[in-house]
């Protein structure tokens, strides 16, 4: 297991225009739902080809990505539209860097900590199985350090974007709301939504609830994709359009979306 970038480390990498660094630390990232902040580049090009193909097909203009991480899946889908109007949004698209003393703690818009850092290494919020293995010395001292961390004062604070670099310097635009709880207003022709919308994350109801919100803000005769990587790095999803209060399945990528049957219920 490659160490865990630090946050120091981070800001250093993004000065120097290093990629390679900004996607490890966005990658081993894992937010507050479990999540983890970024989906490997090119993750899904071999569905862009039916994605645009449908794009072209209904004339969209207006597209979203729901639930983008950090938007380098967001802003391969943009580069593959061509001039449409992409908006990607995620739960946290920001943070704030706290530190003192050579130690840090990164922590999200409520103030719950996501990475722990030390002098020589760094530790999610909630270490794995792995980590706990490997480095059970580290883990213990992490969380000493999160319950330090709240009786201290005078800490030198960093604003941290989650959000990958390449993106911010792009004309796609990324919002920080709750999917459930959606604040960019529609409607978008296409809507997609990819790795998130899954039975590993959600209960049912959590899942029916998120499938409500996400059509809301689809056009009438627009086109949902839902889509989600397999651990063999498979591809499998569905297309969707919106024929007034139905959901009709036009096609499928693979095996097709594991929550189809929710969707067009």
Same mark, same amino acid.
């Given at each position: 297991m490659r160490e865990r970038v630090r946050v120091p480390e981070l800001l250093g990498a993004r000065a120097r225009g290093d990629n390679n660094v900004e996607d490890r630390f966005l990658t081993q990232l894992q937010?507050?739902?479990?999540?983890?902040?970024?989906? +490997?580049?090119?993750?899904?090009? %071999?569905?862009?080809d039916a994605t645009?193909?449908? &794009?072209? *097909?209904?004339? &969209? #203009?207006?597209?979203?990505?729901? @639930?983008?991480? $950090?938007?380098?899946s967001t802003l391969e889908l943009a580069t593959a539209l061509g001039t449409r109007e992409v908006h990607g949004t995620d739960l946290t698209i920001e943070a704030t860097y706290l530190e003192r003393d050579g130690l840090g703690w990164l922590v999200d818009a409520d103030d719950r900590v996501l990475q722990v850092d030390h002098p020589q290494w760094a530790m999610t919020w909630s270490p794995g199985k792995r980590e706990l293995a490997t480095h059970p010395g580290r883990v213990a001292h992490s969380l000493l350090l999160r &319950?330090?961390?709240?009786?201290?004062? $005078?800490? @030198? *604070?960093?604003?941290?974007?989650?959000?990958?670099? +390449?993106?911010?310097? @792009?004309?796609?635009?990324?919002?920080? +709301? %709750? &999917?459930f709880e959606p604040t960019v207003k529609g409607p978008f022709e296409l809507v997609r939504v990819a790795n998130f919308m899954n039975i590993f994350y959600f209960s049912r109801r959590e899942l029916l609830a998120l499938r409500d919100a996400v059509v809301?803000?689809? @056009?009438?005769?627009?086109?949902?994709?839902?889509?989600?990587?397999? #651990?063999?790095?498979s591809n499998h999803g569905s297309y969707f359009e919106?024929?007034?209060?139905?959901m009709v399945e036009l096609d499928r990528v693979g095996a097709g979306s594991e929550v189809r049957e929710l969707i067009t219920r």
């Open positions: 937010l507050r739902n479990g999540v983890y902040k970024m989906t +490997e580049r090119h993750r899904f090009d %071999d569905t862009l645009v193909s449908h &794009a072209n *097909r209904i004339g &969209a #203009h207006r597209v979203l990505d729901v @639930a983008c991480s $950090s938007g380098i &319950a330090l961390r709240r009786g201290l004062r $005078s800490f @030198a *604070r960093t604003q941290v974007s989650l959000i990958s670099s +390449e993106v911010a310097a @792009a004309s796609v635009e990324i919002h920080e +709301e %709750d &999917a809301s803000r689809l @056009a009438d005769g627009g086109v949902l994709f839902v889509v989600r990587t397999h #651990h063999d790095r919106r024929r007034g209060s139905r």
